[in-house]
């Protein structure tokens, strides 16, 4: 029988996410008397300033997309899969790994992470759940940081014998 659990971790927009919706709209409505001043004047220097301004509204939304990031783990037959979901328009895989490759997995508090060793945060900035770390090698040694609830972490160590800490 399959073995499939899915698990959504929300998150809240913060302060920041609102200081770079104002500055998106600033700079995106300078931006666009910019470009008015350079279809109407021919001036190089309008035009290098909207190139310029368009960049940097760009880069906030950027940033401002990344403020607000929720994560998914997704547990079948002993793969887990995390996902990042920005801004709840994109998502993207951020690591699908056989939960029997962790070398370690146990609460944080458990968990000696060693220095050196790359740390890879799976947790919204805002979760107050218990935090797990599992270590694994995938193209160095890793430490992931995740908040499983009480059924992915059944799962997690169902085929994860032998390695819990």
């Not at 399959?2 to 919706?21: A, C, I, P, R, W």
């Not at 035009?47 to 880069?59: A, D, E, N, P, V």
Request: aromatic share 18%; with cysteine.
């Amino acid at each position: 029988m399959d073995k499939f659990y899915e698990q959504h971790l929300g998150t809240e927009k913060n302060s920041l996410y609102g200081v770079f919706n104002v500055l998106i709209y600033a700079f995106g409505f300078i931006s666009s008397i910019a470009l008015l001043f350079t279809l109407f004047t021919f001036n190089i220097k309008f035009f290098i300033g909207f190139i310029l301004l368009s960049i940097i509204t760009y880069l906030m939304l950027y940033m401002r997309n990344r403020q607000y990031t929720e994560y998914e783990y997704i547990f079948t037959n002993g793969n887990l899969q995390i996902d990042a979901i920005y801004n709840k328009q994109k998502r993207k895989t951020l690591l699908d790994i056989d939960v029997k490759e962790f070398e370690a997995f146990g609460k944080e508090s458990e968990i000696k992470v060693l220095d050196g060793t790359k740390k890879n945060l799976f947790i919204p900035w805002n979760c107050n759940e218990d935090r797990y770390v599992f270590l694994y090698n995938k193209q160095g040694k890793k430490a992931g940081y995740i908040a499983p609830d009480e059924e992915m972490l059944k799962l997690i160590n169902l085929y994860n014998r032998g390695k819990r800490i």
